[in-house]
C-alpha cells in the first residue's frame, strides 16, 4: 500500500485545523478602530486643531529643550504668556505606563525646568496645552532623551 494517500489526508486535515485555530484566535482579538465616544472625542480633537492653528505664530517663540549633560527638560513659552494656565502632557509612544502631566508652571521669563533623569531613554513627545487670554494654545515636539551611558 502507498503512503501517499495517508500522507495527502494528513496535510489536508493539518491545513484545516491550522485555519480553525488561526480564525478562532482571530475572531477573539480586540479589534476596536472607533472610540466609544468618538463625537465627543471628535470635537476635542477640533479644538485642539484649532489651538495648534492659534499656536502657529507663536512658533519661533516656543522652545522645547533638552539637556543631556544636565538632565534637564527647558518649556520655554512667550514671556507674554508667562502667567497661564495650563499642563505639560510627556508621552512615551512605546509605554503608555510612563506617560505623565505636569502641571505648567513658568517662571517670569516665561521658562519650565523639568528633571528627566529618571526617565527612560528613547522618543518622547512634550505635548503642551495652555490657556492664555481667554485663548487656548497647545503645542507639540518630540524628544530624544539619551541613556547615561551616550
Same mark, same amino acid.
Given at each position: 500500500m502507498s503512503p501517499w494517500p495517508l500522507g495527502i489526508v494528513t496535510?489536508?486535515?493539518m491545513f484545516i485545523s491550522g485555519a480553525a485555530i488561526f480564525i478562532t484566535w482571530a475572531v477573539g482579538q480586540n479589534m476596536d478602530l472607533v472610540r466609544k465616544d468618538y463625537y465627543e472625542?471628535?470635537?476635542?480633537?477640533?479644538?485642539?486643531?484649532?489651538?495648534?492653528?492659534?499656536?502657529d505664530y507663536l512658533?519661533?517663540?516656543? *522652545? /522645547?529643550?533638552?539637556d543631556a549633560r544636565t538632565g534637564r527638560l527647558r518649556v520655554k513659552l512667550p514671556e507674554t504668556h508667562? *502667567? /497661564?494656565t495650563g499642563r505639560i502632557h510627556v508621552y512615551r509612544p512605546s509605554d503608555a505606563s510612563l506617560d505623565s502631566d505636569?502641571?505648567?508652571?513658568?517662571?517670569s521669563a516665561g521658562a519650565q525646568d523639568i528633571d528627566v533623569r529618571t526617565w527612560k531613554a528613547g522618543l518622547w513627545k512634550v505635548q503642551i496645552s495652555w490657556a492664555a487670554n481667554g485663548?487656548?494654545?497647545?503645542?507639540?515636539?518630540p524628544i530624544l532623551i539619551r541613556s547615561t551611558g551616550d
Amino acid at each position: 500500500m502507498s503512503p501517499w494517500p495517508l500522507g495527502i489526508v494528513t496535510t489536508f486535515v493539518m491545513f484545516i485545523s491550522g485555519a480553525a485555530i488561526f480564525i478562532t484566535w482571530a475572531v477573539g482579538q480586540n479589534m476596536d478602530l472607533v472610540r466609544k465616544d468618538y463625537y465627543e472625542h471628535e470635537i476635542l480633537f477640533q479644538q485642539r486643531i484649532d489651538a495648534q492653528h492659534r499656536t502657529d505664530y507663536l512658533r519661533a517663540q516656543i *522652545a /522645547v529643550t533638552y539637556d543631556a549633560r544636565t538632565g534637564r527638560l527647558r518649556v520655554k513659552l512667550p514671556e507674554t504668556h508667562a *502667567a /497661564v494656565t495650563g499642563r505639560i502632557h510627556v508621552y512615551r509612544p512605546s509605554d503608555a505606563s510612563l506617560d505623565s502631566d505636569i502641571p505648567l508652571a513658568l517662571e517670569s521669563a516665561g521658562a519650565q525646568d523639568i528633571d528627566v533623569r529618571t526617565w527612560k531613554a528613547g522618543l518622547w513627545k512634550v505635548q503642551i496645552s495652555w490657556a492664555a487670554n481667554g485663548q487656548k494654545y497647545y503645542h507639540e515636539e518630540p524628544i530624544l532623551i539619551r541613556s547615561t551611558g551616550d
